[in-house]
């Protein structure tokens, strides 16, 4: 079994690739839903739906997020009838929000209103959302304290980042099923998804870094940072707003408590080599170099099948420590 721990648009790049390389029936998708949000009076899980349609095969290839092929009419009637339009739902991804709304006002948790979802497209991998409970990505900037979604979407992340918090994070519990999927799996993949707003909330709830620690699944994530920049959004300055260096060192000191093995570019062999002359490495990190960056989808294919190869030849790095 395998396990991934992912946000939306590089983490459902990701997933595509393995779908394509291991059985579905085999992947555990543990999804961040700190970018929910009220949209219309609609519960929108941006993450959960881009994975959701990335797993159907659904997911639009243009746009990297919503249906494929959508239509945007309610958008149009909305912006007719003066409301906020500046959170783009398509007319079929609208379905999605309106079924799982009616799922939740029915008394279902998210977690089995995603199931349920899932199972309505014929999703053979199990997706949870990180938690039941709601936790909230918020973005303190000089222009006020912002939702995820104001931050990204409204204000195209041009506000200078303060700081980032997970309002409610600290009362909430992992959605059934989390920790049990990260104890038990073989493997845990962190996605190349941004580590401050998309793996950062998943790690905030209690009981999920912990059971990170104790697991005996080797864990290896993929560096969203190739050189010294994000390969898309905001990651870079939310890694050094939160005092990280923006380069695999900085991902690799993020979560450096659990990580077994690190996933990078092959431009970043030099910056590979200095890692493995760093504490990181004596404290059992390892470290593969691979194309990371994918433009197509063999670029997907091949991530995945390099990363399950190179995680089988790794070791566990409670095995080296306990040998040091
Ligand atoms: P979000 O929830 O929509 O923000 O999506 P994610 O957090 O899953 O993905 C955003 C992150 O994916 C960014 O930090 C990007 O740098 C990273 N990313 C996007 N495409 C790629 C890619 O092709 N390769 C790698 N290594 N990272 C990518």
Redesign the pocket.
Known sequence: MITVL????????FVDGLRQVVPPENLTIIV?TG?DLRWWGLYVS??LD?ITYMLAGKLSPERG?GVQGDTFLCLRAMEQLGQPTWFHAGDRDLATHIFRTQLLAGGKTLSAATAEIAARFGIKARILPMSDSRVETRVLTPAGDLSFEEY?VQRHYQDPVQSVRFAGASEAVPAPGVTEAIRSAELVLL????PV??IAPILAIPGIRQALSESRARIAA?????GRT????P?GALLAAQGFAVSIKGVADFYHDFLDLLVV?ASDALAAQELLETGLAKAGMQVHCTT????KNE?RVALARSVLQATTQSRLRKDVRERA
């Open positions: 992912t946000g939306g648009t590089g983490g459902a790049k961040n970018d941006p993450d881009s997020w990204f996605a190349p998804s941004n707003t998309s993929v560096s969203p940072i190739v994000a390969v898309t959004g990651a570019d990371t960056v994918m433009r670029d």
